[in-house]
Each structure stands twice: as structure tokens, then as C-alpha cells.
């Protein structure tokens, strides 16, 4: 059937996401403390990443240098530019701002390296969509205060929120508190995103390290940062659109029977709604009292957080959509990978080379499941297709895998719109080949843009558009008609 509409609504905010941690390099320079991400190795589709609490001399980390976006940035940006970009998602490295997390003052050549970006940004009219903590911490934080399991840590973030919100005041509108925050509902969050050193061996994806209630009180303290930033951002700035960002796991059951299905709703309740539900509505919804209680979970909570927590709603939804899973009451079905969680093979989508289910269906059916629950603007702040691609010997990258992945989601945003859905944006992650979050690698590639850049750290970091550049460039130039 011909989509209904032709056209993304006027105004649609095209293009394309980043996360300082993946980009910057530079992990030492102006001023910039240790994050957490910088003590990461790198890993592979079958090894996992390590923590290391100390450097270790020969040891690659790909943060160090990633794809040196702190001194290629105007080369960078002006790329984005060619392609239309009306929107640029970045993070700010709280590193470079207070390099030790707890320090008195910023650092201002953190502050005006932002300053820098932000005029860049401004020179071609891309508006910036800023993630205050994307997947890293003062590493400073962690060894002082065990990373969010610490309720002081509340207080750090709100002064580093206030300070860039300050800052940047008339040159950002568009703010995201924490980067899938719900990644603390999983063992996987516990370093990435809670900045808490997990017990055992030091692999991120250490299952053993599974300790939940470490893991849902830390959350609570993020749920109860993100409040007072929404809050405190629209004092310094009503204009300020403060949103929430949330890993979106679409989880279908693997067969009608009514366990499957209701085991489908329980993992949608607790792996996405718990988290957005408490920073939209503000307040955490009833599933989530059920499930402490019967896990012995005990959040420890201040008088005033539950105020905190209502005061605190965002003005917008965003999340992240790459792939969808299943999940069975048998034990007994074979499992795929995933991104944050493993789920169940679904037999009619394939996967990419690292097992994540394609699956541009299931965007649609995202979208309506969100906007019925809440009814607020929505954005897709990530989306894309890791990749190997080839560098043919006339120097260009045909990537038609990435434009078909990327087209078909977008086919089915359209019918979301036409579905009703508020959709006011797309950001497809990695606009800009870059450092992956789950593995460490360079060759796990999502960009239109290639940069020249191995697993091994090798490589001169020239930047060659690839074939997906031009085509997104006519996507965004036709608003959307043309895919
Ligand atoms: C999201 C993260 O989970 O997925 C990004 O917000 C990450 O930081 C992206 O890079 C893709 O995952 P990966 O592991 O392929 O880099």
C-alpha cells in the first residue's frame, strides 16, 4: 500500500549522532581528565572489552585518540553540513568540563572547546542536540565514590549540568539528561552507564556482576539527577527542550501463548517504561514497586525525592532503535545478540554480522507503542547498521546494505507519522564512522562518512564520503520523498 504521506512534516530535524567517549580522542589534552571510558579496552565480536583500573603501557584503548573529532571538527562538521544537517547529537565530556567530577571550578578550556563546536554548528545553521552523559564519568568518581551507587554523585551532575547550562545557554536549546538511561536496569550498565566498578574479572559484559540492588539504586540517583537538571535547565532557560533517552528494546513474544505474550509486556514495562515512565510522568509506575518488592530490591530514598521526581518531567521522548528480539517461556530457544541485552532468534528477520535483528517494523511499532503511552514529541536519536565496509581501489565505499537499512526505517517512520505519531526528528548514529560502545572497534562502522581507521588504531583518519553520504544528502534535501 502507498504511504499516506509523502513528505516528513515541515521542519523535521535531520541528522546524525555522536558521543564525545566515540569521537573526541584528545583524552589528555585541554585539561581533560580520565573517564571512565578511557580505562576501557578494546575488544571484538568475541572478545569482551576490560576494565583496567590502571593503564596498562602497550595496551590499545581506542578512546585515547578515537577518531580525533577534538581537532577535526570544523573538517567534520562542515561534512555534515554538505549532507543538510539540520541537527547535530553530541555529548559533552564531563572530563573536559570537570576533569575530576568533584572539583571546586570548570575547566574553561574544557568549557571553550564547546564553545568552539556550538560556532561551528551556528556557521551552518545546525542546531546541536546535547547528551550531558554519554556513556562516561569522572573516572575520579568511580575510584571515589563508586560512580552512581554514591548519592553525592547527584550533586557533582547537577553542578556540572548548571555550569554548561549556563555556559551555553543561548546557543543549545535541545538537551538529553543521560544516554539510555535504562542501561542500569541492565548487568550491562553497571560500568558504561553507572560508573560503578563491577565485581569479577573486569569484562563489561561480566554477567556475574549482576548485583541489582546496586544497580536500581544507582539508577534511582541518576532518575533524581535528571529531574533537578530538567528542572534547574528551564530556570536558567524556559526555552531549554529537556528530554529523556532511553534504549528502546522491542521484545516480541516468540509464540501466542499467553505466557510468552505477557512475559513481552513485562520486559516492555521494566527494561523501557520504568525509566521513561518515571521522567515523563514522574513517578515510578506500579510494575516497578511489585518488582523490588519481590526481588528485594530496596531503594533508599530522601524525603523530597518523590517531589523531585514530579517537579523533574522532560518536554520530549527520544531513544535509540537498531533491532528487536524475543522472548519465550522455554528456556530451551536459541538465543541472538543484541544491543545492551541478549534476546531470542526471531525466525522471520536476519541479523547484521554482529546478530543484531533487523527489523524496521518493529520501529513503527515503537513509535505507536511510545505515543500512546505518553503523547509528546518523540525523536529517534539513533539508529543505524554496524558494518564492515570496503574501501574499493577507485577509493569509494559502496555501502548499499547501510542505505537499505536506513531507508527501510525510515518507510516505516512515515507510516508512524501517518499512524499519528509526533515525531519531530532522526539522528542515526554515527553519522561519522566511530568507536563502538559494546566492542571497542573502528571496524564496526555505521557512517556516512568513512574514516581511515582500523580495530589495531592504524590508519591516517582521512574522512572519504561514502555512498550512503550522497543518498542521505537527497533524503534530507527532499524532506523525505526521495528514499
Ligand atoms: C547505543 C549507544 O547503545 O548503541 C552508543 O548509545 C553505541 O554509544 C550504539 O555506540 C551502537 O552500539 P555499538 O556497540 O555498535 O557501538
Known amino acids: 500500500m502507498e504511504n499516506l504521506i509523502k513528505k516528513f512534516p515541515e521542519g523535521f530535524l535531520w541528522g546524525g549522532a555522536t558521543a564525545a567517549n566515540q569521537c573526541e580522542g584528545a583524552y589528555n589534552e585541554g585539561g581533560k581528565g580520565l ?5 576501557l579496552t578494546s575488544g571484538s565480536r568475541t572478545a569482551p572489552r576490560r576494565i583496567t583500573p590502571v593503564l596498562e603501557e602497550g595496551t590499545y584503548y581506542p578512546s585515547h585518540e578515537a577518531i580525533d573529532f577534538y581537532h577535526r571538527y570544523k573538517e567534520d562538521i562542515k561534512l555534515f553540513a554538505e549532507m543538510g544537517f539540520k541537527v547535530f547529537r553530541m555529548s559533552i565530556a564531563w572530563t573536559r568540563i570537570f576533569p575530576n567530577g568533584d572539583d571546586a571550578e570548570p575547566n574553561e578550556e574544557g568549557l571553550k572547546f564547546y564553545d568552539n563546536v556550538f560556532a561551528e554548528l551556528k556557521k551552518y545553521n545546525i542546531e546541536p542536540l546535547v547528551t550531558i552523559s554519554h556513556y562516561e564519568a569522572p573516572y575520579n568518581l568511580t575510584k571515589k565514590y563508586n560512580g ?3 548519592r553525592k554523585v547527584i550533586d557533582f551532575y547537577v553542578k556540572y549540568c548548571e555550569t554548561i547550562f549556563k555556559r551555553y545557554r543561548d546557543v543549545v536549546k535541545y538537551w538529553l539528561t543521560f544516554n539510555e538511561i535504562n542501561a542500569l536496569t541492565m548487568p550491562f550498565g553497571t560500568f558504561i552507564a553507572g560508573a560503578i566498578m563491577p565485581e569479577g574479572n573486569g569484562e563489561l559484559t561480566n554477567s556475574k556482576s549482576n548485583n541489582e540492588q546496586i544497580r536500581y539504586q544507582a539508577l534511582h540517583h541518576q532518575l533524581v539527577a535528571s529531574a533537578k ?21 522491542c521484545t516480541y513474544p516468540l509464540t501466542c501463548k499467553p505466557e510468552d505474550v505477557l512475559l513481552a ?3 516492555d514495562n521494566l527494561s523501557n517504561f520504568l525509566c521513561s515512565d518515571v521522567q515523563v510522568r514522574g513517578a515510578y509506575p506500579g510494575f516497578a514497586k511489585r518488582y523490588f518488592k519481590e526481588n528485594n530490591i530496596n531503594i533508599v ?10 517537579e523533574g518531567c522532560v518536554d520530549f521522548y527520544t531513544f535509540s532503535y537498531y533491532m528487536s528480539n524475543c522472548i519465550s517461556s522455554d528456556p530451551n530457544q ?4 543484541g544491543n545492551l541485552s541478549m534476546g531470542l532468534k526471531n525466525p522471520y528477520l536476519k541479523a547484521s554480522d554482529w546478530g543484531w535483528q533487523i527489523d524496521p517494523k518493529g520501529l513503527r511499532w515503537t513509535l505507536n507503542n511510545i505515543y500512546n503511552r505518553y503523547q509528546i514529541p518523540i525523536m529517534v536519536v539513533e539508529n543505524g547498521l554496524g558494518a564492515v565496509d570496503t574501501v574499493e581501489e577507485d577509493g569509494s565505499i559502496n555501502d548499499d546494505y547501510r542505505i537499505e537499512y536506513l531507508r527501510e526505517h525510515i518507510k516505516e517512520m512515515k507510516e508512524a507519522i501517518a499512524d499519528g505519531v509526533d515525531l519531530i526528528g532522526y539522528t542515526t548514529w554515527g553519522c561519522i564512522d566511530l568507536v563502538s560502545a559494546s566492542t571497542g572497534e573502528m571496524e564496526k562502522r555505521y557512517g ?4 581511515d581507521k582500523d580495530n589495531e588504531g592504524k590508519g591516517t583518519l582521512k574522512r572519504i564520503p561514502k555512498k550512503s553520504f550522497y543518498w542521505y544528502k537527497k533524503v534530507i534535501e527532499t524532506n523525505g520523498e526521495e528514499l
Open 334 to 337: 536459541e538465543e541472538i545478540g
Open 265 to 267: 509486556q513485562q520486559k
Open 229 to 249: 537538571a530538567v528542572k534547574l535547565g528551564h530556570e536558567i532557560n524556559k526555552n531549554f527542550k529537556i528530554g529523556c533517552m532511553i534504549a528502546y528494546m
Open 35 to 39: 573517564s571512565t571510558a578511557d580505562i
Open 148 to 150: 552512581w551507587a554514591n
Open 448 to 451: 556516512f562518512i568513512y574514516v
Open 301 to 310: 530514598m530522601e524525603e523530597d525525592d518523590e517531589k523531585t521526581l514530579k
